[in-house]
Nanobody, 123 residues
Framework: QVQLVESGGGLVQPGGSLRLSCAAS????????MYWVRQAPGKGLEWVSI????????YYADSVKGRFTISGDNAKNTLYLQMTSLKSEDTAVYYC????????????????WGQGTQVTVSS
């Protein structure tokens, strides 16, 4: 069955960096768009970044563009999110998620989620 397991969250000072990982299993990783999505306290879900490792396309939300980098290792079936220049407003639970469709463009729908990893940016 499909499993997504995030890791790498933690407490970091403003301006610091973290790298999140998402170990995927149960499907062919490179066939699907994969997302990093976050939920800040008291707020709704916000997609952060998207990648199709088979085609090499990536997308970023304006709020993280230039600071975050998404990547994937098809051999390890692992998704990454390198986060730099972190701000207090990046504090959230970060989830990796899988697109249900094998399409040329992301659908912004998610059929599987991980359990999430907490990122707290605070001095």
């Amino acid at each position: 069955q499909v499993q997504l397991v995030e890791s790498g969250g933690g407490l970091v000072q403003p301006g610091g960096s973290l790298r999140l990982s998402c170990a995927a299993s149960g499907f062919t990783f490179s066939n699907y768009w994969m997302y990093w999505v976050r939920q800040a306290p008291g707020k709704g879900l916000e997609w952060v970044s998207i990648i199709n490792t088979g085609g090499g396309k990536t997308y970023y939300a304006d709020s993280v563009k230039g600071r975050f980098t998404i990547s994937g290792d098809n051999a390890k079936n692992t998704l990454y999110l390198q986060m730099t220049s972190l701000k207090s407003e990046d504090t959230a639970v970060y989830y990796c998620a899988k697109d249900p469709n094998r399409s040329n463009d992301p659908t912004f729908e998610y059929d599987y989620w991980g359990q999430g990893t907490q990122v707290t940016v605070s001095s």
